[in-house]
């Protein structure tokens, strides 16, 4: 994966800072705490890839990603669901949450709240590499 991708991490502050920790040396990392926020970054700088928190703006995840794929200079842009905090959804509702991520256009629900941090890094830059090369795949066909 070529360095410099640039990901807009679109997550309230508690969510940003645990993920600027796991994924600040993989990625240019791009915050927004509202969807107002990441629509102006999203107009105005070369956005490759979009993680969400279930929490963003209010919970409001899903109204951004539904936002994002409907807007024909966005649609284009892989985005990455993620639960990163336990307290947001119960684990049992997990499944029908990721399902509604997909149905929506995300690439998945990455779930790794209450995990080790070292395991919750590894499987979130895991996840953030594999939706990067699957572009750069696609762009290169």
Do not use: Y
């Not at 990625?27 to 928190?53: G, W």
């Amino acid at each position: 994966m070529k360095l410099g991708h640039r990901v807009l991490v679109a997550a309230q502050p508690q969510g940003w800072r645990a993920l600027q920790t796991m994924l600040a040396d993989t990625v240019d990392l791009v915050p927004a705490h509202t969807t107002a926020d990441a629509f102006k970054i999203l107009e105005r700088e070369r956005i490759d890839l979009i993680v969400a928190t279930i929490a963003f703006d209010e919970s409001q995840m899903l109204e951004f990603l539904q936002a994002v794929k409907q807007t024909s200079s966005t649609r284009g842009i892989p985005f990455l669901c993620s639960r990163v905090l336990s307290s947001v959804i119960r684990d049992n509702l997990v499944p029908a949450m990721r399902d509604a991520c997909k149905q929506c256009g995300a690439v998945d629900l990455v779930d790794i709240a209450g995990l080790s941090p070292d395991t919750a890094q590894d499987v979130m830059v895991t996840a953030v590499q594999a939706c990067l090369t699957a572009k750069e795949d696609s762009e290169a066909d």
